[in-house]
């Protein structure tokens, strides 16, 4: 799970997060990486789209959506295919604060294997 304030900075992961996208928790954790840096730039777009979808619709709360994740943070060869469960929190005015994602791997590594 990420939390992602409203300019894509990562505020907040999980220890499952960092190891899922092959970064050391501290590093994903410093208040310095967005979420941009691990999602695929085409898939990105999407990811973009439906989050303002959530900011800018008091009637929808969240969403799913599929995506590959970057492992280690760079473009290369190894990838992860995931789904994301997207929800938007608000304050107490309905106004968007930030977005809990949980990403739920569908596939491993492309080019590794879980066992």
């Given at each position: 799970?990420?939390?992602?304030?409203?300019?894509?900075?990562?505020?907040?992961?999980?220890?499952?997060?960092?190891?899922?996208?092959?970064?050391?928790?501290?590093?994903?954790?410093?208040?310095?990486?967005?979420?941009?840096?691990?999602?695929?730039?085409?898939?990105?777009?999407?990811?973009?789209?439906?989050?303002?979808?959530?900011?800018?619709?008091?009637?929808?709360?969240?969403?799913?959506?599929?995506?590959?994740?970057?492992?280690?943070?760079?473009?290369?060869?190894?990838?992860?295919?995931?789904?994301?469960?997207?929800?938007?929190?608000?304050?107490s005015r309905s106004v968007p604060v930030y977005a809990a994602a949980t990403f739920i791997p569908t596939s491993p590594i492309s080019g590794?294997?879980?066992?």
């Amino acid at each position: 799970m990420a939390v992602i304030d409203r300019a894509g900075m990562i505020v907040s992961a999980s220890s499952s997060f960092a190891q899922l996208v092959g970064v050391p928790f501290d590093a994903v954790c410093d208040g310095k990486r967005f979420i941009v840096e691990f999602v695929e730039e085409a898939d990105f777009m999407s990811f973009v789209e439906i989050a303002c979808n959530l900011a800018l619709s008091s009637r929808l709360k969240s969403s799913f959506l599929s995506c590959k994740l970057l492992y280690g943070g760079f473009p290369g060869d190894k990838s992860i295919h995931c789904s994301i469960s997207l929800t938007m929190r608000r304050d107490s005015r309905s106004v968007p604060v930030y977005a809990a994602a949980t990403f739920i791997p569908t596939s491993p590594i492309s080019g590794e294997k879980y066992f």
